[in-house]
T-cell receptor, first 112, second 115 residues
Framework: NAGVTQTPKFRVLKTGQSMTLLCAQD?????MYWYRQDPGMGLRLIHY???????AKGEVPDGYNVSRLKKQNFLLGLESAAPSQTSVYFC???????????FGPGTRLTVT | AQSVTQPDIHITVSEGASLELRCNYS??????LFWYVQSPGQGLQLLLK??????LVQGIKGFEAEFKRSQSSFNLRKPSVHWSDAAEYFC?????????????FGAGTILRVKS
């Protein structure tokens, strides 16, 4: 039982490049989330999903897109990376009736 | 609007001393409250949660928190801190299903433990 896993762990991009972060969970959770963590700002919600094929915007969605084609996977895409997107990205999942969220280990992204 | 305030950015305590980390929240409905801990380079781990009932909740690693509705607070406490408790601690509010169980996090408090 791996819980929540994230791929890759580290990535360096040049401005304007694109990439996709993959999150996978094996707990059969209905809900999944993408956050970014910046110093002194806690975690801010980018996008979330309440089920396969559904996504919704969070607090800071601009510049990101997501897809949830399978229940266990939640992808975060950056179409044209900007230095302001340098951050640590966390994925989380949770059950519809359990309210708490389980976090992956994070992806450290640097955009130069 | 939902918000969480953690007034202390950094706290330093001596090993063996008691600890209290402050958390104040603003939420339109009955809040669900959480404390998470993040060790350096790691993800977040749930310490404890409050949904309803007894306002003093026990968590893992010897931590407890008390919900005080009149003060909109959910402070985290530990009677005797260990060096391994050095980490960043996040308070969060939310989790209601009608809002996708979304959580709003505070900015975090970094705990340093001196020997």
């Amino acid at each position: 039982n791996a819980g929540v896993t994230q791929t890759p762990k580290f990535r360096v991009l040049k401005t304007g490049q694109s990439m996709t972060l993959l999150c996978a969970q094996d707990m059969n959770h209905e809900y999944m989330y993408w956050y970014r963590q910046d110093p002194g700002m806690g975690l801010r919600l980018i996008h979330y999903s309440v089920g396969e094929g559904t996504t919704a915007k969070g607090e800071v969605p601009d510049g990101y897109n997501v897809s949830r084609l399978k229940k266990q996977n939640f992808l975060l895409g950056l179409e044209s990376a900007a230095p302001s997107q340098t951050s640590v990205y966390f994925c989380a999942s949770g059950g519809a009736h359990s309210y708490e969220q389980y976090f992956g280990p994070g992806t450290r992204l640097t955009v130069t | 609007a939902q918000s969480v305030t953690q007034p202390d950015i950094h706290i330093t305590v001596s090993e063996g001393a008691s600890l209290e980390l402050r958390c104040n929240y603003s939420y339109g409905a009955t809040p669900y409250l959480f404390w998470y801990v993040q060790s350096p380079g790691q993800g977040l781990q749930l310490l404890l949660k409050y949904f309803s009932g007894d306002t003093l909740v026990q968590g893992i690693k010897g931590f407890e928190a008390e919900f005080k509705r009149s003060q909109s607070s959910f402070n985290l406490r530990k009677p005797s801190v260990h060096w391994s408790d050095a980490a960043e601690y996040f308070c969060a509010v939310g989790g209601h299903q009608e809002y996708g169980n979304k959580l709003v996090f505070g900015a975090g408090t970094i705990l340093r433990v001196k020997s």
